[in-house]
């Protein structure tokens, strides 16, 4: 029961990071729940390779070395959240007064951070179209440190060219940092296409059971692992043993629910392209998603999450909410449970409205993350809602 870099994919995700416990045979790392780790002497302080929870947790070691046999690089570190490891990444990367480029269209949390906490250390945040790498090599100053692309982006999931934009921050010489949380590794692999760190919300997929939040980040590079890692036991954002535990189980299983649950978003999508009462639908698995090509060249699957806009603008879009039974409305994204959220008034209402309609989050866009029920009942559930409007 070990693993290796040669084996495939599915194998690695059940069985990197985790070995039979030594002392009992247990088959899962246990949670390693203890705040101190007793040293033999002081001459041997360290050892064992942990003194304090907040700087390392065995059984989150355990997530990071399954996470790195994932994604590839030299390592990964574990968050409290995904936001943790988004402010620990930005702020182990940058310093007062540096200029950092991020996708026009991001996670509203990482918006927020950008523009409302971190600015106050004097941070300068460009938002550009990342999908076209010349607007991230036209955007570049003399401070630039650092580009922060999502890919596919929350909610509208325009995709940012991984391996365009990787080589014009080569170039420049500015690490790369892709969100990969819509994707996973199982999908997309950043790191392979160029890019120096890619970041999960372990909430999402990783996990991806509703139970618990978490973040991490995978890097090409053991300088800028260290630099974060240092902010991540200075700021106390580390991920908890228990968290841990719960995404160890998770991810296990993550491949063949991506695998499922974006099966159910394509016919879901198919479905909603044929109701009346459907003015448009998105999603990268479709003819008509304005970026398939891209779509189908640098992700080997194109995920759980769609969304779609009503006729009857905004209010038919609220009704259609409440109306939904099974789809249950809710924030998060990529767990077993099907779930419906309205971006503008949930995941993105802290951003500017002129800056949300520029990047395309319009008032009436519904956004889906469609779980692991059937297929069958998902799309009648939505049909019963549209039907009524
Ligand atoms: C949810 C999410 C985050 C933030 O993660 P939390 O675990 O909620 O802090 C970051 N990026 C993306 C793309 C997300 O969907």
């Avoid at 040293?39 to 059984?59: C, I, M």
């Avoid at 990071?64 to 959240?81: P, Q, R, W």
């Avoid at 922060?148 to 934009?165: G, H, R, S």
């Avoid at 800056?355 to 049909?383: H, N, P």
Wanted: hydrophobic share 40%.
């Amino acid at each position: 029961m070990s693993s290796n870099d040669n084996q495939d994919f599915k194998t690695r995700e059940v069985h990197a990071g985790v070995s039979p416990d030594p002392l009992t045979g247990a088959i899962l790392t246990p949670i390693y729940q203890t705040t101190t780790y007793v040293q033999e002497s002081v001459d041997k302080y360290l050892e064992k390779g942990y003194s304090y929870s907040r700087s390392g947790n065995p059984t989150v070691t355990a997530l990071e070395e399954k996470i790195t046999a994932l994604e590839g690089g030299v390592g990964s570190l574990c968050f409290a959240t995904g936001m943790a490891a988004t402010s620990c990444t930005i702020i182990g990367m940058v310093g007062a007064g540096d200029h950092i480029i991020l996708s026009d269209v991001v996670y509203g949390g990482t918006h927020r951070v950008s523009t409302k906490v971190l600015n106050r250390w004097g941070l300068e945040c460009s938002f550009v179209d990342t999908a076209d790498a010349a607007n991230v090599k036209n955007a570049i100053r003399d401070n630039t440190k650092l580009i922060f692309t999502e890919t596919p982006a929350n909610p509208t999931l325009k995709l940012t060219d991984i391996a365009a934009v990787s080589e014009v921050a080569k170039a420049a010489g500015i690490p790369h940092v892709v969100d990969n949380t819509f994707l996973t590794p199982y999908y997309q692999r950043p790191l392979e296409l160029g890019a120096d760190i890619t970041l999960h919300s372990t909430t999402k997929f990783m996990e991806g059971h509703n139970v618990s939040v978490g973040g991490s980040i995978t890097c090409a590079n053991q300088e800028h692992l260290e630099k974060i890692m240092f902010v991540r036991n200075c700021l106390g954002s580390n991920m908890t043993p228990m968290v841990a535990f719960y995404t160890l189980q998770g991810v296990k299983t993550m491949s063949t629910r991506l695998e499922a649950q974006s099966a159910n978003a394509l016919k879901v999508a198919q479905f909603l392209e044929t109701h009346a009462n459907v003015e448009r639908v998105c999603y990268p698995g479709l003819e008509s998603f304005p970026q398939k090509e891209l779509a189908d060249r640098q992700a080997s699957g194109h995920g759980s999450m769609l969304w779609f806009e009503v006729k009857g603008g905004v209010e038919s879009g609220k009704k259609l909410m409440d109306r939904l039974q099974l789809w249950s409305l809710a924030e998060n994204l990529g767990s077993v449970e099907s779930l419906v959220t309205h971006s503008v008034t949930m995941t993105h209402a802290d951003m500017p409205r002129e800056e949300r309609l520029a990047a395309g989050i319009t008032d009436g866009l519904v956004r889906l993350s469609a779980g692991l029920e059937s297929s069958v009942d998902l799309i009648a559930d939505l049909k019963q809602a549209l039907d009524s409007l």
